[in-house]
């Protein structure tokens, strides 16, 4: 230093420290100071301009502000040199001075250059504001503040160096006027894509102030506070986190590690390869079993990493959050050292104020740093996870459009939704949490480090206490994660009957089965409160040792402290209070850690399965040749197909030559392959051997209609362009434009998800106007005519499908069940058991007389020759129209569809309205077509052509949460226990300040020197007091454990109880899965989430008012400023509150569409792969998932904005708490400023964690309230009335009787059912038949009181129906519902679950329903567990059992709702003949669709628009020539 400074000095502490007039040495002034910023800005600048290199967002116009800057910089330039050559001339005159006179103005001079520099670079780079030269700027201002004022106070001296002071003071105000100018910002640079964007997020224009302390967003958290925000308020999301740059990115370096990893193992396979030698068979059919472990080891290496795609694509970006981190991290250690200082200080009477003063400010500037840096790690880390959800999510969506089906076998579609959301969420919460795996370590190490200096090897006692507690907490983890995976066990299967249940609510009701299902949900709830209740002990546990570690750390620590020396170790206040900010310090990462580590080993899991996934095999595009150039248009050459590789084959030899043009035929019996043969066309399969072309594009219409929620236009267009007279011809043609006029809203009305408000018939139709609008080559039509009506079945044949049809010139490959159009077609082609057997015309394979002709006479005779008039002559005669006529056995009126939603029904009311004309066949198919969907939603629906949106939407709550809510809640836990809880918390927030106090009266014993005598008295309060508040800690959570049982359990009771009271209107009108998002996630917050927030919430409420008292105890003076802070506090509260909670609630509406729009397009892949439209559903997916983080951005911007503006409050704490005990230093112990500083550095946590909690408290306290919304929907009638009960043989006789009987769907809604009177005798079979909308499923659940009588009675053997228990009548009642409905669980619980009948019982009407041999056969024999809805039978088997389940009530009354198309001839033929022999003496209702089955019935009773037309006996109806017989004539019986 001598060598640089000559004879100046470089550091004196009288100069500094002990003086009132405080001033830094002349060479310190020269070098360091003025060093400083230069030496940042040359370390930064490297780095700074390849980043600027590399981003480049076009430049800016030079601007005045711009050329401002630049002067300054190169006047500052001047002004440095300009000192730099007066030394020049002063050695020149002789005057030697030191070499600190050359260097500083050459390095000064240097930096202002390159500061000019960087202006200019930042400019061309389209930089608007710099923060590496604002930060340079308030360097330079501050290290120049020092020597500014020591040239004032020293001014006398300017005589001998004018020029200095001159050059210094210019320096001095342009470094100020740079400072000042840097602050504001420049025009948004040209050429610039953001420009464009209406509602562009401020923060690519915000300044480097701006972006620090996030005040860009201040403007929503102001428009939130007004009002609720709304979609159109979202900014725009920021390109670089659009999934358009964020997917391909992913996807590119995934790809690039695929390749890679493919290139390495194939070079291991041939060294593989060489080992083996030339003599070995290189195939593997003779491996030993060693070697095939080997050889899996082997491949097991080649698995590409996904994580490595995933750090290449979002590392970089990350590790700037990561430096943020180290530097905070640094930070956060300096405020102990402070605190040290300031206590230090208060102990010296002679000390100066001004150093005191300065102490205060330091630690504020100290917190305000690490405040603002803390959140921009944040902020980076939160922006990584979002980006990385984006890209996986991206990437599975992508994947999942290619996958092939044995990949789709091995993970269903929830399994794939459920890696979209939960596994890619995991990966998005670990982002935030990641750094802590080096930066925990690094904290404790450096808590440590201080720690020793400050208590020496006492400190080892206080860690090894953490330590202990360590294994005590991940015991408890632990354990809470096999208790939490138990819980979710039973919430799956709880939420899974649940949801069946709902599915099959009707049927439940129709059986009134409500109380056997209510007794299984309910064992299953008690089991997981049992589980949860454990969990919340376990909690208690966990949430006391976390408050009291610190404690008890502290504890030990001290006490082995004492008592190791007792003579040179004495706890003064500086020792106590340090060690217990480092010791709150040490408590964050020693919690963190194991719950990082947890967090690591479950997206661990998570990473395996997404990498699964995406290594999935997929499709190979290849398999179909589109290039083909043959005459045929479509041709397979000994194609042999299977569904997956390991598979066998499902399609064997299959030859097929299509020629251009030309329509065939593809007919066989169920699972004889033709579906099969369909999907190999399109690729679908796995081609074993054979070639397959097709020559041009393709259009497909799937068995199962895929409909998407969209417009009904849209589902037919499919993204083509709208041609108005393309698009009217094309629904003439599929007999869509009736079906327009009754839709709510024409063809813009919305479909809901799978088309649930169409009919089965209209969705058809649909998917084939789909088809036919896509203007293809080739038409692949799989069996689009057996959901529809007879004569719409033959109008779309003749306009489509058929020679004269629409698609006429085009090839077409139609598989039908219908025989009646197979004259028509050009070539027949007939499967059997998957192989092609044979192919010709219609008249060919009649002559051939093979498998075709049995097929044909099995089919066509089956059903109308039950009628004996009929002559073998007769068929001879008609052999030519037959085929024709005998469609009506197999085709329904449409009404084969689930009655999922009675809204659906919304339009068919009009149906009934058009008049009966049996003349006119149009008139006659509209009517017919439309399904025996009767509900029409209010009168106001049909005046008001706007309304065409089909379910209410949800209303979702706005504003602020009522009181009452919070009330209710307090109320389900417990009135009392509620005050107590609160009551237990006060108490143990007052031990631990009276803990606190003890402690600093302790550590002011040092100054009295009275330690020696007290140490124990002192050791021993101090740990009562401590001990009490841990044990007030566990007492005070178990309370609340207690009462949120009681909560979780009596809310979710009220709930389920209501919902099987709720009649069945409700569940028509509102979507299931409204009501299962109650019984989930609503109880999942109130069984989990909530009491959690409770508990936080209370915590943080103490913590943060404890420090308030203390502060204000030590200096009284604080209450002054308590008064504003709270104000702010306030404001910032309700601010973020109102903005953060709606946008939580966009976000959580804007998440669901992801999800569903995601699940519809894996149903539908094959749809949209044959019309080649993969890449509009990327696209529509990306825009979804976009949408979703549009308003996911803000969220978490919003929580860095409140951090850092309740930071700085809590800042302003410290610095009020420190500038006050330096004002009343006098009359205040060490020990005072001591606790009352080192509570301020703790309140910040509390306060924002407080914010945090309100907010959230308010999002999950609706939970409650939506609950409760559900809890109180009106009921139906009692199950069970006492004083009326029926007899047990009741009814003995079975006659039936409608007295003047009207009713209605809901209240408002017109008559379904007007005055009907009719008497049914005991034992007589009444049909009963009539147009769609007549009002016949009407009658059936009028009998069971699904719907209530509007006016008049329904007497059933002297007894009126409307005044006895709703179980009473029902149990007593059976019906063979259309859709069978079966419940997951054992056969015999779906035939019995009251358990009333014996075995024997069950097996006898097992065999009466033909199921025996195949139950039989199973293993499991009667406790064969049925899947979800029975799926695992066919639909055949199901109708089976729903005849098992009549035959074994056995009741005096029978209702058949006849089944339609669902059904193949000889099940029916099994059921009615069943019915026949077993129901003899029974009163049975029939609603007919096929008349033929009613033929031989007592009396038919045909129904009009809800009146009795005609009710007689057949022949008799027959003889009136009128509805009756119009309609037996429509069906060939006539």
């Not at 530097?327 to 005191?356: C, E, H, Y």
């Not at 219409?701 to 849209?714: C, E, Y």
């Not at 919902?1059 to 998002?1077: C, L, Y």
């Not at 005798?1321 to 699904?1346: D, Q």
Request: net charge neutral.
């Amino acid at each position: 230093m001598k060598h640089l400074c000559g004879n100046l000095t470089f550091w004196d502490s009288n100069f500094t420290k002990h003086t009132n007039l405080p001033d830094l040495p002349a060479c310190f002034q020269l070098s360091v100071l003025p060093w400083t910023p230069c030496i940042f800005l040359w370390l930064t600048s490297p780095f700074y301009i390849i980043y600027l290199k590399m981003s480049n967002r076009g430049y800016i116009m030079m601007s005045i502000l711009n050329r401002i800057k630049t002067v300054l910089g190169l006047i500052l330039w001047i002004v440095c040199w300009t000192d730099l050559f007066s030394t020049f001339h002063e050695m020149n005159q002789n005057q030697l001075k030191p070499p600190v006179y050359f260097i500083t103005p050459l390095v000064l001079g240097m930096s202002m250059l390159l500061a000019t520099f960087l202006i200019q670079f930042e400019r061309l780079k389209g930089v608007q504001s710099s923060g590496v030269l604002f930060i340079f700027w308030t360097l330079s201002v501050l290290c120049a503040i020092v020597p500014f004022r020591s040239k004032i106070m020293n001014s006398s001296q300017a005589e001998n160096d004018k020029l200095r002071f001159t050059t210094f003071y210019i320096y001095f105000s342009l470094t100020l006027l740079q400072l000042i100018l840097s602050c504001f910002n420049e025009k948004p640079p040209h050429f610039s894509t953001v420009v464009t964007d209406p509602n562009v997020c401020p923060e690519t224009t915000a300044g480097f102030i701006s972006k620090m302390t996030f005040w860009w967003f201040t403007s929503m958290a102001i428009k939130g506070y007004k009002s609720p925000l709304e979609n159109k308020d979202l900014w725009s999301l920021n390109k670089h986190d659009s999934s358009e740059l964020v997917v391909p990115n992913l996807l590119n370096e995934w790809e690039m590690e695929k390749s890679k990893a493919q290139s390495e193992q194939s070079v291991k396979d041939q060294a593989a390869f060489r080992k083996t030698g030339p003599g070995t068979e290189p195939n593997h059919v003779s491996v030993s079993p060693e070697e095939e472990v080997l050889l899996s080891k082997q491949n097991e290496a080649r698995q590409p990493s996904f994580l490595r795609a995933l750090l290449r694509a979002f590392g970089p970006y990350f590790l700037i959050g990561s430096a943020f981190k180290l530097l905070q991290d640094l930070i956060t250690f300096v405020n102990p050292q402070l605190l040290r200082m300031l206590i230090d200080f208060t102990k010296q009477p002679q000390a100066p104020s001004w150093w005191g003063f300065s102490l205060a400010f330091l630690m504020f500037g100290a917190s305000l740093l690490q405040t603002l840096i803390l959140h921009q790690h944040f902020q980076y880390c939160f922006v990584t996870g979002m980006r990385l959800r984006s890209g996986i999510i991206g990437a599975i969506y992508r994947k999942s459009l290619v996958i092939t089906n044995e990949a789709k076998r091995s993970s269903t579609v929830g399994e794939v939704v459920n890696l979209m959301s939960v596994d890619a969420q995991r990966f998005m919460d670990l982002t935030t949490f990641l750094n802590m795996l080096w930066s925990a370590p690094l904290q404790i190490m450096l808590a440590l480090f201080f720690l020793w200096q400050n208590l020496g090897p006492s400190v080892l006692a206080g860690v090894a206490v953490m330590v202990l507690l360590i294994p005590f907490n991940a015991f408890i983890a632990m354990k809470t994660r096999t208790y939490q995976v138990e819980q979710m066990k039973y919430k799956d299967q709880r939420i899974k009957l649940m949801n069946e249940i709902l599915n099959g609510i009707k049927v439940l009701k129709l059986y009134g089965w409500e109380t056997s299902f209510k007794e299984k949900i309910l064992q299953i709830r008690q089991q997981e409160l049992h589980v949860l209740r454990k969990t919340a002990y376990l909690s208690a546990l966990s949430t006391m040792a976390w408050i009291s570690a610190p404690f008890l750390v502290a504890l030990t620590t001290f006490a082995v402290f004492v008592s190791v020396d007792k003579e040179n170790n004495i706890l003064d206040a500086e020792k106590a209070f340090v060690s217990l900010s480092l010791f709150n310090i040490l408590r964050f990462p020693l919690n963190m850690l194991p719950q990082v580590i947890s967090s690591i080993v479950e997206a661990s899991v998570s990473l395996k399965r997404i990498q699964d996934f995406l290594s999935h095999d997929e499709l190979d595009p290849e398999s179909v040749d589109r290039r083909n150039t043959s005459e045929y248009a479509v041709s397979v050459v000994n194609g042999k197909f299977s569904w997956a590789k390991r598979d066998q084959a499902a399609l064997h030899n299959i030859t097929v030559l299509v020629p251009q043009g030309s329509l065939l035929a593809v007919v066989g019996h169920v699972g004889c392959g033709k579906t099969s043969l369909v999907c190999a066309l399109l690729g679908e399969m796995e081609r074993m051997e054979g070639q397959i072309s097709i020559r041009g594009s393709v259009a497909y219409v799937p068995q199962q209609a895929w409909i998407q929620n969209a417009t009904l236009r849209d589902n037919i267009l499919f993204g083509r362009p709208y041609v108005e007279q393309k698009y009217r011809c094309v629904l003439e043609a599929c007999a869509l434009t009736p079906d327009l006029e009754v839709l709510p809203g024409g063809d813009q009305t919305e479909i809901g998800e799978k088309g649930i408000n169409l009919s089965g018939g209209q969705r058809q139709r649909v998917s084939l106007a789909r088809a036919l609008y896509s203007e293809s080559d080739v038409y692949l039509l799989d069996d689009p005519l057996s959901a529809v009506d007879a004569h719409v079945a033959k109008h779309i044949f003749d306009n489509v499908i058929g020679p004269e049809g629409a698609l006429k010139g085009k090839t077409r490959i139609l598989v039908t069940h219908g025989i009646s159009f197979l004259p028509q077609v050009d070539n027949i082609l007939v499967m059997v058991d998957g192989r092609v057997s044979e192919m010709g015309s219609y008249q060919q394979l009649l002559k051939q007389n093979g498998a075709f002709a049995e097929f044909l006479r099995n089919y066509s005779l089956e059903d109308i020759i039950e009628d004996d008039d009929i002559t073998d002559l007769l068929v001879e005669e008609e052999e030519e129209e037959f085929p024709e006529d005998a469609l009506s056995n197999h085709t329904d009126m449409v009404d084969n569809e689930p009655v999922v939603n009675e809204a659906r029904r919304q339009f068919m009311r009009q149906m009934s309205i058009m008049s009966i004309d049996p003349e006119n066949p149009k008139k006659m198919s509209r009517r017919r077509r439309c399904s025996e969907r009767k509900h029409p939603e209010s009168p106001t629906e049909k005046k008001d052509p706007k309304v065409d949106k089909l379910i209410q939407a949800e209303t979702t709550e706005t504003g602020r949460v009522k009181l009452k809510v919070y009330w209710e809640y307090a109320k389900a836990v417990g009135p009392l226990l509620s005050l107590f809880i609160c009551f237990l918390y006060g108490c143990q927030s007052a031990t631990s300040i009276g803990a606190n106090f003890w402690l600093s009266e302790w550590t002011n014993d040092a100054l009295n020197n009275s330690t020696r005598k007290t140490t124990s008295t002192r050791v021993g309060v101090y740990a009562a007091l401590g001990l009490s508040q841990s044990v007030l800690v566990m007492f005070s959570s178990f309370t609340l454990a207690l009462g949120k049982i009681q909560a979780a359990r009596k809310l979710h009771e009220t709930l389920l109880d209501n919902k099987f009271h709720t009649p069945q209107s409700f569940f028509d009108t509102t979507p299931i899965g409204r009501i299962i998002n109650r019984f989930s996630k609503d109880i999942y917050v109130i069984d989990e989430v909530l009491p959690s927030t409770v508990l936080m919430f209370l915590g943080t409420f103490f913590a943060s008012l404890s420090t308030m008292i203390v502060i204000i105890f030590s200096t009284p003076i604080f209450a002054l400023v308590i008064v504003p802070l709270a104000l702010i506090y306030f404001f910032v509260q309700r601010f973020y509150v109102a903005t953060s909670r709606q946008l939580k609630r966009l976000e959580s509406v804007s998440r669901s569409p992801i999800y569903s729009h995601f699940s519809e397009t894996i149903t539908g892949t094959s749809v949209i792969r044959a019309y080649g439209r993969n890449s509009a559903f990327v696209l529509l997916s990306d825009m979804k998932v976009d949408e979703n983080q549009k308003s996911y951005y803000p969220g978490i911007v919003s929580n860095r904005w409140l951090g850092v503006r309740i930071e700085f409050i809590g800042n302003c704490i410290v610095l009020f708490a420190a500038v006050f005990a330096v004002i009343g230093k006098e009359n205040l112990s060490p020990g005072l400023v001591g606790l009352s500083v080192s509570y301020a550095l703790q309140v910040t946590m509390s306060l924002n964690w407080m914010v945090r909690m309100t907010s959230d408290l308010e999002s999950n306290i609706v939970a409650v309230e939506r609950v409760k919304e559900y809890s109180e929907t009106p009921t139906e009638a009692p199950w069970i009335v006492k004083d009326r009960q029926p007899p047990p043989d009741w009814p003995p006789k079975g006659n039936v009787e409608f007295i003047d009987y009207s009713v209605r769907y809901r209240e408002g809604l017109e008559l379904v059912l007007r005055n009907i009177s009719l008497e049914v005798r005991g034992g007589e079979k009444i049909g009963i038949v009539g147009r769609t909308g007549a009002g016949k499923s009407s009658m059936t659940l009028c009998l069971f009181r699904l719907l209530e009588a509007a006016h008049g009675q329904i007497v059933i053997d002297e007894v009126k129906i409307s005044e006895i228990g709703l179980h009473d009548l029902r149990s007593k009642l059976t019906i063979i519902p259309q859709e069978p409905v079966l419940f997951s669980g054992t056969l015999r619980m779906n035939l019995d679950p009251f358990e009333k009948y014996s075995d024997e019982e069950v097996w006898k009407v097992l065999e009466l329903s033909h199921l025996k041999k195949f139950v039989s056969n199973q293993s499991s024999k009667l406790d064969l567990e049925c899947s979800e809805g029975g799926e695992n039978l066919s639909v055949g088997q199901r109708q089976l059992v729903c005849l098992a389940r009549a035959l074994l009530r056995k009741t005096r009354i029978l209702v058949l709702d006849e089944a339609t198309a669902a059904v193949d001839l000889e099940t029916d033929d099994l059921i009615q003949s069943t019915i026949r022999t077993q129901f003899e003496d029974c009163t049975v209702f029939t609603i007919a669709h096929r008349l033929n089955t009613i033929m031989d019935y007592t009396r038919v009773l045909v129904l009009d628009k809800g009146k009795i037309a005609e009710f007689d006996t057949p022949t008799n109806l027959l003889a009136q020539k009128g509805i009756f017989y119009g309609m037996a004539k429509d069906a060939g019986l006539v």
